[in-house]
């Protein structure tokens, strides 16, 4: 008994310290791993790492006890031979069975509200005069147009930095899905309707445009660049366009 006391000590300190080591590594893994994730250029991007990492640092406890309790039993208990007898049997405790119960309970019900009071940063427009950008996909490309001016059409995404953007997506062929990891936003591209998506970019920059509906034969080439700039370069860009259009 006093055996088995001194183990349960010894577990529940390498638990703290897993534990502590696991929500470190999270909280830091834009440090630790710079390219690992995605910049977080957008608000909605902030939103989506947020919930990411909050809800992997409330598993990490979950996660550490379980898998140090698995490693405890198979190192401490364990046995090569094939035992001869089945282990006694257990019946409930009603009082772990409660608490377990209760708990669960609350976490999920809780992540719940969390995520249904989140959602909408992320699936409402941003305040302000929205860019209007129409998202073509088509196997296997983006195009980009700007019907606010004169309907340019380019296949390199280019958008303003902190001007909220609208984006109208669409596909002429098959289905695609409009995914920018840095924007933190991932819309399906359906033909024969719009679907929409909303971002402000907050960081100056170039990301990428991926499709992340397998989509045929080249689907996993179907990416553009996306390039944030200041709204004078952006602006720029646009008149030559027009020129160009006119
Ligand atoms: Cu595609």
Not at 13 to 21: E, G, L, P
Not at 51 to 54: A, I, M, P, V
Not at 77 to 85: A, L
């Given at each position: 008994m006093?055996?088995l006391s001194?183990?349960?000590?010894?577990?529940l300190?390498?638990?703290?310290?897993?534990?502590?080591?696991g929500?470190?590594?999270?909280?830091?893994?834009h440090k630790?791993?710079p390219?690992?994730l995605?910049p977080?250029?957008?608000h909605?991007a902030?939103?989506?790492?947020f919930?990411?990492?909050?809800f992997?640092?409330?598993?990490?406890?979950?996660?550490?006890?379980v898998?140090?309790?698995?490693?405890?039993m198979v190192?401490k208990?364990?046995?090569?031979?094939?035992?001869?007898?089945e282990?006694?049997?257990?019946?409930?405790?009603?009082?772990?069975?409660?608490?377990?119960?209760?708990?669960?309970?609350?976490?999920?019900?809780?992540?719940?509200?969390?995520g249904?009071?989140?959602?909408?940063?992320?699936?409402t427009?941003?305040?302000g005069?929205n860019l209007?950008?129409?998202?073509v996909?088509?196997q296997?490309?983006w195009?980009f147009?700007?019907?606010?001016y004169h309907?340019?059409e380019?296949?390199?995404?280019?958008?303003?930095?902190?001007?909220?953007?609208?984006?109208?997506v669409?596909?002429v062929?098959?289905?695609?899905?409009f995914?920018?990891?840095?924007?933190g936003?991932?819309?399906d591209a359906?033909?024969?309707?719009?679907?929409?998506a909303?971002?402000?970019?907050?960081?100056?920059g170039?990301?990428?445009?991926?499709?992340?509906?397998?989509c045929?034969l080249?689907?996993a080439y179907?990416?553009?660049?996306?390039?944030?700039?200041?709204?004078?370069?952006f602006?720029?860009?646009v008149?030559?366009k027009?020129k160009?259009?006119a």
């Open positions: 006093h055996k001194q183990d349960m000590k010894k577990l300190v390498m638990w703290a310290v897993a534990t502590a080591a929500i470190f590594f999270i909280l830091n893994i630790i791993f390219t690992m995605p977080e250029a957008t909605q902030h939103s989506v790492d919930t990411l990492g909050f992997t640092v409330l598993a990490v406890p979950i996660a550490m006890f898998w140090l309790l698995a490693a405890f190192v208990t364990g046995s090569r031979e094939f035992p001869d007898t282990g006694p049997a257990i019946h409930g405790n009603a009082k772990i069975q409660t608490a377990w119960l209760a708990s669960t309970a609350l976490l999920c019900v809780g992540l719940v509200v969390y249904l009071a989140l959602l909408p940063s992320v699936y427009p941003r305040p005069k209007v950008v129409d998202v996909g088509s296997w490309q195009a147009k700007y019907p606010q309907n340019i380019t296949t390199t995404l280019r958008l303003p930095l902190n001007q909220p953007v609208t984006f109208d669409h596909s062929d098959v289905i695609h899905s995914w920018v990891p840095a924007f936003i991932k819309v359906n033909p024969g309707e719009i679907t929409t909303y971002v402000q970019p907050r960081v100056a170039t990301y990428t445009v991926r499709c992340a509906e397998l045929g080249y689907h179907m990416q553009a660049p996306v390039k944030v700039t200041s709204s004078s370069a602006s720029s860009w008149a030559a027009e160009g259009v």
